[in-house]
């Protein structure tokens, strides 16, 4: 260890990270690297974020063009070419046909609930304004994200919370009655539930809620901030539904690791939102731009995508023999590169000894292990990483 060593492993850091006892100082590809030299297979991608692995170096040719511009910043009171074009491709990419720019997850989350409740009172009136969210979901920990992200853990100590937004069941006949209100505005999924296990809902689901939300007049705001992005296989998760939302949040791997988040929205839901009504000063700036521009164009690749379905289904059927043959194992779900396993022991013991045996994994509850390697992991890497998984489990 190069930093000194802490208590609580967080030195001056506020404590809000119950952190891993390494540091890392470098990455190649899917691996990282400590400061004793030891190495690691990162089956975590910074929880979904860096798809194109460690130390790219088309990512690093992107920053490096990107500050040859001498901008770094120079906020939304002036047009720059990269955010619009960065914009202009999304649209061209997906059902789109707007995009606001912001710096996180919960943020693009937060701009589409304010966008939605806009869009939903000039069509229903004033009343029209709750916010839905399922039971398993997670949308970030500000005050109306939180109000939609289903833990009660995460909320309790911080009551009230943002208004007008509750937590409903995952089961059409709970939704058919809900929906039945002139009060509802939006409802806010994620096609794949992340944080809440890794639950990948099911299209039927999707295309009916999608029906519904049509016929109520509400608008339906998918969450692929951690699913989207070629991670399940296809650019969007949504395309695998059939469906298309009124509204689309995207962050995590969309720049590489630097901070971004993007909502992208129809243009009925753009026709009602007005100079002032939202903002960020950071949010779509040049240089983050330019990067993402590089970055989306390597995970649009159909080359890619296909990669992630290939992989995903190999890893897929070895963790469905594993569930088989190994009793600490209960069940497997996942789509693509992202994977929950839910495991008899605790999942943070399991993590600790993959750990130990170089493998790093993230929970998504208390018995669940989810697997988020990067997008251009390699077949033998996922099986050494299965392997040390294994090994893990049973030395648990
Ligand atoms: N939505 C989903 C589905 C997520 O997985 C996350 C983060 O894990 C968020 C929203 C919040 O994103 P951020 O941490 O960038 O605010």
Known sequence: MTLPVAADNSGALLNTYRRAPIEIVRGVGCELFDADGRAYLDFTS????????????????????ALETGLIHVSNLFRTEPGEALAARLVELSFA??????????????????????????QGGPAKHEILALRGSFHGRLFATLAATDRPQYRAAFRPLAGGISIVERDLDELRAVLDSERVAAVIVEPVQGEGGVRVLDREFLRALRALTRDHGIALILDEIQCGLGRTGTLFAYEQAGITPDLLTLAKPIAGGLPMGAVLVTEEIASVVQAGDHGTTFGGGPFISHVAQHVLARLS??????????????????????????PRVRTVRGLGLMWGVDVMPAAADVIAQAR???????????????????????????????SIFEAALAST
């Open 46 to 65: 910074g929880i979904a974020v860096t798809a194109l692995g460690h130390g790219d170096s088309g990512v690093a040719n992107a920053i490096r063009e």
């Open 97 to 122: 046909d707007h995009v606001f720019f912001c710096n996180s997850g919960a943020e693009a989350n937060e701009a589409a609930f304010k966008f939605a409740r806009k869009w939903a009172r000039q």
């Open 301 to 326: 690749d159909p080359a890619l995508l296909n990669h992630v379905r290939d992989m995903g289904r190999w890893f897929g059927d070895r963790l469905a023999a594993l569930c088989e043959s190994n």
């Open 356 to 386: 130990e045996h170089g493998l790093l994994l993230v929970s998504a509850g208390e018995h669940t292990v989810r697997f988020l390697p990067p997008l251009v992991v390699s077949r033998e890497e996922l099986a050494r990483g299965l």
